[in-house]
């Protein structure tokens, strides 16, 4: 087995991992607040990447995380996780996925603004197709628009800020300490919703032990993701972050009783695609 099919067979793991999670944290909020739920995922994220940060003789505190691109980071991480959050909790779980995966397409765009990047023509009208895609799934004035899915675009917006700031971050720091960084921010952001929403209750065992598996499965997305982006060719390995999309719909469809109509999955062939090309040609001399 070659790196790059390893690294291709862990990406495809690290999305469905971050599918269910995200199916989790839909389930448990039904009976608890947002906020609370994304509090307990945090701390207990932290607790895991902490111990694997002493285990590897770091330290849980980086002086990194004092610099502007941490700091714009945190603000990205909280704002990206606190509104996605609120997308599949509110909105279908497929439709929040499906606008999720033009965060590639943000990020590219992005990279020539604040890292003067040099993208060519044919990425510029695949961004361009990418976000006619979006607009498929979003569809603003029509009688299929959700409201809701707003959410996802404020949510996509923050994960493709926290990467633009992630490809800043020192050197030196870990991924166990970027993993401690980011479950923090994500305790942030429930701290934040549980302030607006309150009404915080108890968890039962069994939501307990969704969140614990919720964590554990989160745990290991991350893993697995920054095992994949190390292993192989990235223009091969990077567009298997799109199966997530396939696996989310599967969920939204099986376990929610979803039924993505003609308009959405077309428009997700169209995000998907445009990704995928700008992913290839970004490998590709301009």
């Not at 691109?69 to 606190?82: C, F, K, N, Q, T």
């Not at 549980?194 to 614990?212: E, H, K, N, R, S």
């Not at 396939?246 to 376990?255: C, D, E, K, R, W």
Request: hydrophobic share 60%; glycine share 12%; aromatic share 8%.
């Amino acid at each position: 087995m070659t790196d790059t099919l390893r690294g291709s067979l862990l990406m495809g793991l690290a999305m469905a991992a971050f599918a269910v999670e995200d199916m989790i944290i839909k389930t448990v909020a039904e009976a608890m607040p947002t906020g609370q739920v994304l509090i307990l995922f945090g701390l207990g994220g932290m607790a895991i990447f902490g111990a694997m940060a002493r285990a590897q003789g770091s330290s849980l505190w980086h002086p990194g995380f004092c610099t502007r691109p941490l700091i714009w980071r945190a603000v990205a991480e909280v704002s990206g996780r606190l509104f996605f959050t609120l997308a599949i909790v509110l909105a279908p779980l497929s439709l929040a996925s499906a606008i999720l995966q033009a965060t590639p397409l943000v990020v590219t765009a992005g990279a020539v603004v604040f890292f003067g990047a040099r993208v060519g023509w044919r990425r510029w009208l695949a961004i361009g197709i990418g976000f006619v895609g979006v607009l498929m799934i979003l569809r603003p004035g029509m009688s299929g628009f959700e409201a809701t899915s707003l959410l996802a675009v404020a949510g996509m917006l923050g994960f493709a800020g926290r990467d633009l700031a992630t490809r800043a971050a020192p050197r030196t720091m870990t991924n166990a300490q970027l993993g401690v960084f980011g479950f923090a921010m994500l305790t942030v952001a429930g701290i934040i919703a549980l302030c607006w929403t309150g009404g915080a209750v108890w968890p039962t065992a069994a939501q307990a032990m969704a969140l614990g598996a919720a964590v554990a499965v989160g745990v290991l997305a991350y893993m697995a993701l920054t095992g994949a982006m190390r292993l192989g060719e990235i223009s091969v390995v990077a567009p298997f972050r799109y199966t997530r999309l396939v696996f989310a719909m599967a969920l939204g469809i099986l376990v929610f009783g979803e039924q993505p109509d003609l308009m959405t999955l077309l428009g997700s062939l169209v995000v998907v695609g445009s990704g995928i090309f700008t992913l290839i040609r970004s490998r590709k001399p301009e």
